[in-house]
């Protein structure tokens, strides 16, 4: 472990290391011409203890645009499989990114260190290994607003402009990211351990998974069976995340394997954005062209990608798997069944945590099956009548006291969201004398349903603004102004900026296509 210069707190390693060569390459970041700060999250440094001469000072701006390897940093591109679209790739790797540390917060929890965009790898295969100045301020708004908003995600630590152009479909301002992620471990690492090592590879990244991650999984009952635990804990932080995802109407848009973290962070935001109007076929992605990582499937993408991840494990997962005496054959059939258990359960586990989330939405407290007809109507009267899915469940709120809605809004919250009221007043009969059931009153339901449903999302519209003035005129104010305000997406809007930013898209401002912008 090595203790910085600057400061006795900021405590880095290299545990990755420890596994071993196969797992990453060597690789220096290449000095940009001319950086400049685009934005530097200051809580997030302190929180991870960088020393204040590294935060945004020169010498900081030096090391996040990659033009300075500080002492602490040993750069790496890791290496991974993937299926991408369902085609694997045997390998990928960190074409754009360099993992520099884990930085040692002061719970002993680890966390990734990882410039992107700091030039080409070893894994770069004829790419740039940069990355335009578009997805970097993508990246860094929808990663800080699924933080606020409460979801598992990677972080913005900084953005610096590279003062150089990068060529997509035409010149484009360049830009160096750099993110922090509990662990940059994903679906594809396992895959490639195993396309590239065999059993022995997976074995030792799932000893290390489990060590890093899920120590107690050593501890608990399922110690016998630490891989099997380790699937399992793995598919419900996977259900947990796609969760939160359906909950604000996020669309991750590129959910490979090797975008699948291991550890349940929602990673990469390349084509990512969040749904206006309410379409559960709804994709941004200009390549996602069927459809296959479209809003309503991110469920069951995300078990998908675990039977990728499980059939890595198939090996380990047998309670018997290293006594030689039990026939090979028996063993493959028996980590079958296991497997197949451990993604049947992810399924249950992922209609409860569905029924929970849509129940907290409404205000219904302890909602069962009986509830999911009168939450899968409302999904359908938003569908139906193309309404806006944020505002939906935000003035849904507001019907419980119709006083508190003076700024954003005429009277009769909801309702004025339909064109067909009748229809709206109809379900809204029915979900009120539900709400009476639970015997709650209706502040206490509203200051529930508050909790769950934002106000403020990072609205694709705007995204797409902030980075047109930044592509086309290397003006950043809209940036922060975003940045700022969608740091308390549950809170009333109030000030003139945050009730702009609470409104739908008129039909000429929708963006609906995202692109990777790799
Ligand atoms: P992504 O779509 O960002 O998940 O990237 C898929 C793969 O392409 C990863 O292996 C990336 O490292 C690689 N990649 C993406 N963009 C670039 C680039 N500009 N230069 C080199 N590799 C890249
Ligand atoms: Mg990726």
Redesign the pocket.
């Given at each position: 472990m090595h203790r910085s210069k600057h400061t006795s707190e900021f405590q880095t390693t290299h545990s990755l290391r420890a596994l071993g060569d196969f797992f990453y390459r060597d690789a220096l970041p290449t000095a940009v011409k001319n950086p400049q700060w685009i934005a530097f999250n200051q809580s997030l440094a302190e929180q991870l203890n960088i020393s204040a001469a590294e935060q945004d000072t020169d010498e900081g701006l030096a090391i996040w645009a990659g033009n300075q390897v500080p002492e602490w940093a040993k750069p790496a591109a890791l290496a991974y499989a993937g299926h991408?679209f369902a085609n694997l790739v045997p390998q990928?790797?960190?074409?754009?990114?360099l993992l520099m540390a884990e930085a040692v917060d002061h719970h002993d929890k680890r966390w990734d260190i990882q410039l992107k965009?700091a030039g080409?790898t070893p894994?770069?295969?004829g790419?740039?290994?940069?990355?335009a100045i578009g997805p970097v301020l993508r990246e860094y708004l929808l990663s800080e607003s699924m933080h606020a908003l409460g979801i598992p995600t990677t972080r913005a630590l900084a953005a610096v402009a590279s003062g150089e152009m990068v060529y997509r479909d035409g010149g484009i301002p360049g830009a160096v990211f750099t993110r922090v992620a509990s662990s940059h471990l994903r679906v594809g690492s396992f895959q490639y351990a195993l396309l590239h090592g065999g059993h022995e590879k997976v074995k030792a990244l799932a000893d290390y998974t489990i060590s890093r991650h899920f120590p107690h999984i050593k501890k608990s009952s399922n110690a016998g069976n630490p891989y099997l635990a380790l699937l399992n804990t793995v598919a419900e932080h996977q259900a947990e995340l796609v969760n939160c995802w359906l909950r604000v109407g996020f669309i991750h848009g590129?959910m490979?394997t090797?975008?699948t973290s291991i550890c349940g962070e929602t990673i990469?935001y390349?084509p990512a954005a969040f749904i206006d109007t309410y379409n559960p076929n709804k994709v941004f992605s200009s390549i996602d062209r069927r459809g296959r990582y479209a809003f309503s499937q991110q469920p069951e993408i995300a078990k998908w990608n675990l039977a990728r991840l499980a059939e890595t494990l198939l090996p380990l997962l047998a309670a018997d798997a290293s006594h030689h005496e039990t026939p090979k054959a028996t063993q493959k059939e028996e980590a079958i069944e296991l497997a197949t258990r451990v993604l049947d359960e992810y399924s249950e586990y992922c209609e409860q945590l569905w029924l929970a989330n849509m129940g907290a939405k409404l205000g219904i407290q302890h909602a069962t099956k009986n509830d999911k007809a009168l939450m899968q109507e409302f999904l359908d009267l938003l569908h139906q009548q193309n309404v806006d899915f944020t505002q939906a469940f935000w003035q849904l709120a507001n019907e419980l006291n119709c006083t508190q809605t003076a700024n954003i809004g005429p009277q009769s919250p909801a309702s004025s969201l339909f064109h067909d009221r009748q229809a709206f007043s109809e379900w809204r009969q029915r979900w009120l004398e539900r709400l009476i059931e639970n015997e709650n009153n209706a502040e206490q339901v509203q200051a529930s349903m508050r909790k769950v449903n934002p106000a403020l999302i990072p609205r694709n519209h705007r995204v797409a603004e902030a980075i047109q003035a930044a592509e086309e005129d290397g003006d950043l104010t809209r940036f922060h102004e975003l940045l700022e305000a969608w740091q308390e997406p549950y809170k009333m809007p109030n000030s003139e900026l945050e009730i702009e930013l609470y409104q739908a898209p008129k039909v000429d401002e929708e963006v609906t296509r995202t692109f990777?912008g790799?």
């Amino acid at each position: 472990m090595h203790r910085s210069k600057h400061t006795s707190e900021f405590q880095t390693t290299h545990s990755l290391r420890a596994l071993g060569d196969f797992f990453y390459r060597d690789a220096l970041p290449t000095a940009v011409k001319n950086p400049q700060w685009i934005a530097f999250n200051q809580s997030l440094a302190e929180q991870l203890n960088i020393s204040a001469a590294e935060q945004d000072t020169d010498e900081g701006l030096a090391i996040w645009a990659g033009n300075q390897v500080p002492e602490w940093a040993k750069p790496a591109a890791l290496a991974y499989a993937g299926h991408q679209f369902a085609n694997l790739v045997p390998q990928l790797g960190d074409g754009r990114a360099l993992l520099m540390a884990e930085a040692v917060d002061h719970h002993d929890k680890r966390w990734d260190i990882q410039l992107k965009g700091a030039g080409p790898t070893p894994f770069s295969r004829g790419g740039d290994g940069r990355s335009a100045i578009g997805p970097v301020l993508r990246e860094y708004l929808l990663s800080e607003s699924m933080h606020a908003l409460g979801i598992p995600t990677t972080r913005a630590l900084a953005a610096v402009a590279s003062g150089e152009m990068v060529y997509r479909d035409g010149g484009i301002p360049g830009a160096v990211f750099t993110r922090v992620a509990s662990s940059h471990l994903r679906v594809g690492s396992f895959q490639y351990a195993l396309l590239h090592g065999g059993h022995e590879k997976v074995k030792a990244l799932a000893d290390y998974t489990i060590s890093r991650h899920f120590p107690h999984i050593k501890k608990s009952s399922n110690a016998g069976n630490p891989y099997l635990a380790l699937l399992n804990t793995v598919a419900e932080h996977q259900a947990e995340l796609v969760n939160c995802w359906l909950r604000v109407g996020f669309i991750h848009g590129v959910m490979n394997t090797d975008n699948t973290s291991i550890c349940g962070e929602t990673i990469d935001y390349g084509p990512a954005a969040f749904i206006d109007t309410y379409n559960p076929n709804k994709v941004f992605s200009s390549i996602d062209r069927r459809g296959r990582y479209a809003f309503s499937q991110q469920p069951e993408i995300a078990k998908w990608n675990l039977a990728r991840l499980a059939e890595t494990l198939l090996p380990l997962l047998a309670a018997d798997a290293s006594h030689h005496e039990t026939p090979k054959a028996t063993q493959k059939e028996e980590a079958i069944e296991l497997a197949t258990r451990v993604l049947d359960e992810y399924s249950e586990y992922c209609e409860q945590l569905w029924l929970a989330n849509m129940g907290a939405k409404l205000g219904i407290q302890h909602a069962t099956k009986n509830d999911k007809a009168l939450m899968q109507e409302f999904l359908d009267l938003l569908h139906q009548q193309n309404v806006d899915f944020t505002q939906a469940f935000w003035q849904l709120a507001n019907e419980l006291n119709c006083t508190q809605t003076a700024n954003i809004g005429p009277q009769s919250p909801a309702s004025s969201l339909f064109h067909d009221r009748q229809a709206f007043s109809e379900w809204r009969q029915r979900w009120l004398e539900r709400l009476i059931e639970n015997e709650n009153n209706a502040e206490q339901v509203q200051a529930s349903m508050r909790k769950v449903n934002p106000a403020l999302i990072p609205r694709n519209h705007r995204v797409a603004e902030a980075i047109q003035a930044a592509e086309e005129d290397g003006d950043l104010t809209r940036f922060h102004e975003l940045l700022e305000a969608w740091q308390e997406p549950y809170k009333m809007p109030n000030s003139e900026l945050e009730i702009e930013l609470y409104q739908a898209p008129k039909v000429d401002e929708e963006v609906t296509r995202t692109f990777c912008g790799t």
